[in-house]
Nanobody, 124 residues
Framework: QVQLVESGGGLVQAGGSLNLSCIAS????????MGWFRQTPGNERMFTAA??????YYADAVKGRFTISRDHAKNTVYLQMNNLKPEDSAVYYC???????????????????WGQGTQVTVSS
C-alpha cells in the first residue's frame, strides 16, 4: 500500500517562500505522475501542479511562482513556492498516479493515492 506524507507547510508572510515535500513509501517503482492540489474550507480540491510523463504542468494562478520537482531516488516530490500571496493559503495535498493513463493530471479522480495534507498560511 502506497503512503504519501507531506511536510513543509507553515505560516509565511506575503512575498515569502516555502518548499513542500511529499515522501512516498510502500512501493518500489516510480509513479507515472505526481501532483499537488490545494483546498480551502468549503471549496473543492484544486489542481496546482503536476509532474506527468516527464513534463511539468501548472495552474495559471501559480505559473512563474511555483516549481514542481521529483527526486526518484528519494521517492519524493517537491513544490517550491515563491512570492507567496494570501490567496495561496490552503491545505496542500500531494497525489500519485501509479501507472500510465490518459493524461488527466488536473483531475482529482485521476490519481490513485493521496497524502493527508499540509497547511500553508500566507499573511498579508
Amino acid at each position: 500500500q502506497v503512503q504519501l506524507v507531506e511536510s513543509g507547510g507553515g505560516l509565511v508572510q506575503a512575498g515569502g517562500s516555502l518548499n513542500l515535500s511529499c515522501i512516498a513509501s510502500g512501493r518500489t517503482l516510480s509513479a507515472y505522475a505526481m501532483g499537488w492540489f490545494r483546498q480551502t474550507p468549503g471549496n473543492e480540491r484544486m489542481f496546482t501542479a503536476a509532474s506527468s510523463g516527464g513534463t511539468a504542468y501548472y495552474a495559471d494562478a501559480v505559473k512563474g511562482r511555483f516549481t514542481i520537482s521529483r527526486d526518484h531516488a528519494k521517492n519524493t516530490v517537491y513544490l517550491q513556492m515563491n512570492n507567496l500571496k494570501p490567496e495561496d493559503s490552503a491545505v496542500y495535498y500531494c497525489a500519485e498516479k501509479r501507472s500510465y493513463g490518459t493524461n488527466m493530471y488536473d483531475e482529482v479522480s485521476w490519481y490513485d493515492y493521496w497524502g493527508q495534507g499540509t497547511q500553508v498560511t500566507v499573511s498579508s
